[in-house]
């Protein structure tokens, strides 16, 4: 009888890079992840901020050296654009919950929805919804919610820089927000409705930025899929790991101070912002880590990069 046998699994490489994913409708950002993670072979590799299943978008993934900066990416600014359902809301505040409440959308005018808009610009509390991966004595509030519990929740401060109305349409308006970390579009929208009298939903979410890739388009699954065995056309979408940190100020080092500051020492230089963190690279542009400047100008290594592998 014959045996079927197993192709071998690809052997996994180190890679250093950022994948700005766009994120498809219907697949959770962990199998997202995974299946960038297969196609390029990577030994390491971390997103940077889950997207809900129902919400596409850029989804920034980390590989290799470049997970050390996930937790940058993740404190950054977001900008999405978000389809809002008035008239109904939901158990969760997006379109997977059953309709638990309507209002008459009919009542709700184009100057009344801009004014109420106005007054969520700027820094501002937010409650978390329930339905959220946010945990409470080490359950998330989501098992909590599906159980039929509620719990109180303590209110976390976040800030809508801004917030653009895109269209609107009686029973449903669009709108572009960017925001800081930790924002929830869903209680935003949810909130939105309640200042002006009535109930709603999120029934769109696509996250259209993530600080500091503004301007740049995210690949599909799809079309990396098209090249899973071209290993060079797949590492063309890839960006340096120093991408995440080019809105930051830097230092170059040469190569003495380099070897220093890998070895974790700190060193005095001219010329540093003070009090910041600071994008540290040799003079080949190569980035070394992440270093913190105090007041006298000393840059003490924060975070370090290993050398890229060298061919053999």
């Known amino acids: 009888m014959a045996v079927s046998v197993r192709p071998?699994?690809?052997?996994?490489r180190r890679l250093d890079g950022i994948l700005l994913l766009d994120k498809p409708l219907g697949l959770s950002s962990n199998d997202a992840l995974q299946r960038a993670k297969r196609l390029y072979r990577?030994?390491?590799?971390?997103?940077?901020?889950?997207?809900?299943?129902?919400?596409?978008?850029?989804l920034p993934i980390c590989f290799g050296e470049a997970t050390k900066l996930s937790g940058v990416l993740l404190d950054s600014d977001k900008e999405y654009r978000a389809v809002v359902k008035v008239g109904e809301r939901s158990s969760t505040g997006?379109?997977?919950?059953?309709?638990?409440?309507?209002?008459?959308?009919t009542q709700l005018t184009l100057p009344v929805l801009q004014d109420a808009l106005a007054g969520f610009l700027g820094p501002q509390l937010q409650v978390p919804p329930m339905y959220s991966a946010l945990k409470r004595d080490g359950r998330p509030l989501y098992e909590l919610a599906r159980a039929g519990e509620t719990v109180e929740r303590?209110?976390?401060?976040?800030t809508i820089a801004e917030l653009e109305l895109l269209d609107f349409a009686g029973d449903r308006f669009e709108i572009r927000v960017r925001c800081s970390k930790g924002t929830y579009i869903r209680t935003l929208a949810e909130d939105i409705c309640r200042a002006v009298g009535q109930c709603g939903h999120l029934i769109g979410l696509r996250r259209t930025a993530v600080t500091p890739f503004w301007g740049r388009a995210g690949v599909t699954l799809d079309r990396l899929e098209a090249s899973a065995d071209d290993l060079p056309a797949l590492d063309l979408w890839l960006l340096g790991p120093e991408e995440a940190?080019?809105?930051?100020p830097s230092a170059?080092?040469?190569?003495?101070?380099?070897?220093?500051?890998?070895?974790?020492?700190?060193?005095r230089l001219a010329g540093v912002p003070r009090?910041?963190?600071?994008?540290?690279s040799n003079e080949r542009g190569v980035l070394l880590g992440i270093a913190q400047s105090d007041a006298e100008g000393w840059l003490r290594p924060q975070r370090c990069f290993a050398p890229p592998r060298q061919a053999s």
């Open 8 to 12: 071998p699994r690809p052997p996994r």
């Open 94 to 105: 997006d379109a997977e919950g059953e309709i638990v409440e309507r209002s008459d959308a």
């Open 275 to 280: 009090e910041s963190r600071i994008a540290v």
């Open 245 to 248: 940190l080019r809105h930051w």
């Open 252 to 267: 170059t080092l040469d190569d003495v101070r380099a070897q220093a500051f890998l070895q974790g020492r700190a060193q």
């Open 154 to 158: 303590e209110a976390r401060p976040v």
């Open 42 to 58: 990577a030994e390491k590799a971390g997103h940077t901020g889950a997207l809900d299943p129902l919400a596409t978008g850029m």
